[in-house]
């Protein structure tokens, strides 16, 4: 007995009939027509008896279970196609479900979890005390420092700070060597130094100091002089200083375009003399 259908015009399901060609469904379709329906007598209702269960009946309706497995033209209609996916179609007016709210979020959306506090800032404050204490080290350390390397004292195991009318005057003397240059007074300029320092600076002639004085004054503008340590050795007292000036001319004479600032540290040696004290050497570091 074979399960396959004979060719013929079937209902394909959709209301109209479509030709089955004995192994699939063609493209051939047309609506039925329906025969005017002729009026029926109204059979007599007759009592049915049960019907009679036999090995026969019950061995042909498991044939015919066994037979709704085959392959029919209803049954080769084409599966309807799941969604994309995975999940049920919504139509529209229809309630989401948790199926769409995973792609939607429409149901049981949930607030999203505070962001975590990100903890930078301790390190950020703790580079910032560093540096504020490196800042406050450096502050203290590095004048001392630099005190140290100019202090000629620090050479010098038997050398002690000059305080009181020793240091006022070996400040006056120095400051009367730099405002003799200035004024260029020749003068003044003799009277608070050594005679062995005149001689060997090789200004003992009023001309040529003069003339160096006045190249001097016209190549620097704001001299200025600060003192930075006065200490004592015996009869002997040293004065250091920095010595700030704009440069304003070369080492020719001519006038520079741009003046340029300049400094340098110098130390003056004093030894008693005439009425106080006198320069008895001069070097620049």
């Not at 209803?74 to 139509?91: E, K, M």
């Not at 962001?115 to 004048?143: E, N, Q, Y």
């Not at 240059?181 to 050594?194: E, N, P, R, S, V």
Request: hydrophobic share 40%; charged share 20%.
């Amino acid at each position: 007995m074979s399960g396959s259908t004979p060719p013929g015009w079937y209902d394909d399901g959709h209301g109209s009939l479509r030709w089955w060609d004995g192994s699939q469904w063609t493209e051939h379709t047309h609506a039925p027509v329906e025969p005017e329906p002729e009026p029926q007598p109204e059979p007599e209702p007759q009592l049915e008896e049960p019907p009679v269960v036999t090995e026969a009946s019950l061995a042909e309706s498991q044939h015919g279970l066994a037979a709704s497995d085959t392959a029919s033209p209803t049954d080769a209609l084409p599966p309807i196609p799941p969604s994309p996916g995975g999940f049920a179609p919504v139509y529209p007016g229809a309630h989401p479900t948790t199926a769409t709210a995973a792609v939607t979020g429409a149901v049981g959306e949930t607030d999203p979890a505070p962001a975590r506090r990100s903890k930078l800032w301790i390190v950020f404050v703790a580079l910032g005390v560093v540096l504020i204490g490196l800042v406050i080290l450096a502050a203290v350390f590095i004048p001392r420092f630099i005190v140290g390397i100019l202090d000629p004292s620090s050479d010098r195991p038997g050398a002690t700070s000059v305080q009181g009318a020793d240091l006022r005057a070996a400040e006056d003397i120095v400051d009367a060597y730099d405002d003799a240059w200035d004024d260029m007074d020749c003068a003044a300029y003799q009277a608070i130094l050594t005679p062995e320092f005149l001689a060997s600076g090789g200004l003992s002639d009023c001309a040529d100091f003069a003339q160096a004085a006045r190249e001097f004054n016209n190549s620097v503008e704001d001299y200025e002089v600060s003192f930075i340590s006065t200490s004592r050795e015996g009869d002997t007292i040293y004065v250091q200083t920095v010595e700030t000036f704009t440069q304003t001319a070369d080492a020719a004479g001519a006038p520079l375009d741009n003046p340029v600032p300049a400094s340098f540290s110098a130390l003056y040696t004093l030894v008693p003399g005439g009425s106080g004290w006198l320069i008895d050497d001069y070097v620049e570091q």
